[in-house]
């Protein structure tokens, strides 16, 4: 009876533990003190461990165990196991802007480099010209090479924006002392022939019609012959085109 029966005789632990006990305290020690027993994760992670590694699984090893994101976003609280998807999903995110592949995170840190960093954000000019769509990466050879609102030098000296180049240097109506001019004799005379036809635009939407027909050097003025006068004008003071064929 002292052997097989007696709650005081001794037993050991049959999870099983080092430990030796009364019998009548065994099933008390299995559940409840064993340090070999196993125990719910108390996360709700839904594993079981021993008890005796219950403290190191709670801390190194369980995926609902509270981490801080790496990536720098202040969240101290993040369980572990939804760490990489948060790091890299949430916090870290591809530029907005079209060309850039770029990933970055977290949220500060990528809107300071969208607004002020990437190549491929959209900015505008430095002159102002209204251009859609430039890029950072683009601007300097725009604002250089591209902007119609650049500065410009003319051969003459005159500083000008480069849309007013094209019409200060125009060999007939441009106003640059250094422009090459074509001989005024030149434009009376087309083919052999004198007499060349110019549209004259009086006001807008009205049109003559005159044929050049000599030249004045002392005052720079051209005959023109009207269908009903003729008058010696100078070119440079009206608005016209030539609509004959050199």
């Avoid at 994101?69 to 998807?85: A, I």
């Avoid at 049109?207 to 051209?222: Q, T």
Wanted: proline share 7%.
């Amino acid at each position: 009876r002292e052997a097989r029966l007696c709650p005081y005789r001794d037993v050991p632990c049959r999870v099983p533990c080092d430990a030796v006990m009364q019998c009548r305290r065994r099933d008390a020690h299995e559940q409840e003190k064993c340090p070999n027993r196993s125990v719910p994760c108390p996360l709700g992670c839904g594993l079981n461990v021993r008890a005796i590694d219950c403290r190191s699984h709670v801390a190194n090893d369980c995926v609902m165990r509270l981490v801080p994101c790496r990536v720098g976003c202040g969240l101290l609280e993040l369980p572990f196991g939804e760490r990489e998807t948060h790091e890299q999903e949430v916090c870290i995110q591809q530029c907005r802007w079209e060309g850039c592949a770029k990933r970055v995170g977290p949220l500060e840190t990528r809107e300071i480099h969208e607004g002020f960093l990437c190549p491929r954000r959209v900015v505008e000019c430095p002159f102002e010209c209204g251009i859609v769509g430039l890029v950072a990466a683009h601007r300097d050879v725009h604002a250089k090479y591209q902007c119609p609102f650049r500065l410009v030098t003319c051969v003459c000296g005159a500083s000008l924006m480069a849309s007013e180049q094209e019409a200060h240097e125009d060999a007939e109506t441009g106003n640059c002392p250094e422009r090459l001019r074509r001989c005024p004799y030149d434009t009376v005379r087309v083919a052999g022939r004198e007499g060349r036809r110019i549209e004259i635009e009086a006001e807008p939407g009205v049109y003559l019609y005159a044929s050049i027909r000599a030249y004045n050097r002392a005052n720079d003025a051209f005959k023109l012959v009207y269908p009903d006068t003729v008058k010696w004008e100078r070119l440079s003071d009206l608005c016209f085109k030539f609509i004959d064929k050199e």
